[in-house]
């Protein structure tokens, strides 16, 4: 059994995802970092420091980041290896960019608090506040909340306005699941009465909300809240996330991803001012670029289907098909080309960026897609050796017979 849950007007939300072990390799590590370091950058600039935490604490977007990235599309692997690009991307420029990113897994976690007060000595934050508020998000998770998961990842990320938002992870070992927590300052008035209300979702199922009147609440109430969640689970929401390991054609959609499909390979669309500011760019490429873009400038209700956004750069298992290096080198150096554009004053090209998930958008009020998402993928794999295709099994082969076209509507 698997789940996602999104709460939307949220103090906390929580998705669960299946374990799954090992470690990402380093040619997609160093790049998941370059990569979600310019995207930090991007909605920093554009949207403000606030705006990034709210995404931090929205799960499906989270979980879209990770499927960005590379990252396999609903593994707890996402939470760990997303969080350590990140904190490896921002701690480097925290002085620039006001973001710090502390704790992490396992012994990094407990470092959470002296990372804190170095952080407080360092923008004049109250550093005893800090911490207090890192344990006792924490302690709600792992403590208050019976829920079968035992903390082992939490990370904290503070502005240098003192608003800051918590992403941790539990793990149950019996289920082989993990489940994530999203925190968000700015709309969390206590943490001890009622934390979490106004937590509701959209069209996604049954939302629970483990902790409602939770300081209210006796111990025997936690615990027949607890008892009456599988049964529910089980029956509601394994239709969201399920566990398998493949992306289906059920888990995305269709509407959404062929729009940009549309918008990266169809001659008829390549005349568009857009894509002449990004002369030299490839189908393959602004097809990444529009996904990128998109968790960028998108608005919430954009990420119900987290994993459209692995066809941006593929999952380092090979699913939906492997991650293509050449293309993930060039959407990492277009955005950092674009931000450094915009920083002196020359913001065309970060504009054409963004214009590209408008543009998607648009195009998608007017599209009825056909049955294309086999035929994509196949499509994919089979050109994955063109653009440096790799997974952790290692580098993609020219297949034998590579002749299909890509055929987005009937």
């Known amino acids: 059994m698997s789940a996602f849950l999104y709460f939307r007007d949220m103090k906390r939300g929580h998705a669960d995802l299946p374990l799954h072990y090992g470690t990402v390799p380093p040619w997609l590590a160093q790049r998941m970092s370059l990569l ?3 995207i930090v950058e991007a909605i920093i600039i554009e ?11 929205d799960p499906f977007w989270f979980q879209s980041l990770g499927c960005v990235l590379g990252m396999d599309w609903h593994s707890s692997g996402i939470t760990t290896s997303v969080m350590n690009a990140l904190k490896k991307a921002i701690n480097k420029r925290s002085a620039e960019l006001g973001v710090y990113v502390c704790g992490g897994r396992g012994k990094s976690s407990r470092q959470t608090p002296s990372e804190l007060i170095e952080i407080a000595n360092k923008t004049g934050l109250d550093g005893d506040e800090l911490v207090r508020n890192s344990r006792l998000s924490a302690k709600v998770d792992n403590t208050a909340i019976q829920d079968g998961f035992q903390l082992y990842l939490h990370s904290f990320i503070v502005t240098v306005e003192g608003e800051w938002a918590v992403v941790q992870q539990g793990m149950n070992g019996e289920s082989r699941m993990a489940r994530r927590y999203h925190w968000l ?10 934390p979490h209300t106004s937590v509701c979702g959209e069209n996604q199922g049954l939302i629970l909300n483990l902790t409602d009147k939770l300081a209210a609440s006796t111990k025997g109430r936690i615990l027949e809240l607890t008892k ?10 394994s239709i969201i996330l399920p566990n398998h390991h493949e992306v289906h054609a059920e888990n995305v959609n269709l509407k959404r991803l062929g729009a940009a499909l549309i918008l990266a390979h ?5 005349d568009i001012e857009s894509l002449l500011l990004l002369e030299g760019v490839g189908p393959r490429t602004v097809q990444s670029l529009t996904l990128v ?3 960028i400038h998108g608005t919430p209700s954009r990420f119900s289907d987290p994993a459209r956004f692995s066809f941006a750069h593929g999952g380092k298992d090979g699913h939906p098909f492997p991650v293509p290096i050449r293309v993930y080198d060039q959407t990492i150096e277009i955005f950092d080309k674009a931000i450094h554009q915009a920083k002196l004053g020359d913001k065309d090209k970060s504009d054409a ?4 998930s408008k543009i998607s958008q648009q195009i998608e009020q007017g599209y009825t897609p056909n049955d ?6 196949q499509y994919e794999r089979n050109t994955s050796y063109k653009y440096g295709g790799k997974t952790v099994f290692g580098d993609s082969k020219k297949p034998k017979d590579e002749g299909m076209q890509l055929k987005l509507w009937d």
């Open 353 to 356: 960026l963004k214009n590209l």
């Open 228 to 237: 009456e969640i599988p049964d529910r689970l089980m029956r509601e929401v």
């Open 36 to 38: 979600g370091g310019a």
């Open 266 to 270: 169809e001659k008829n669309i390549s």
């Open 293 to 295: 873009s998109e968790v």
């Open 47 to 57: 949207y403000g420091r606030s705006a990034l935490l709210q995404r931090l604490s």
């Open 185 to 194: 300052s700015s709309v969390l008035t206590s943490f001890i009465e009622e």
């Open 372 to 377: 294309y998402f086999d035929e994509l993928v």
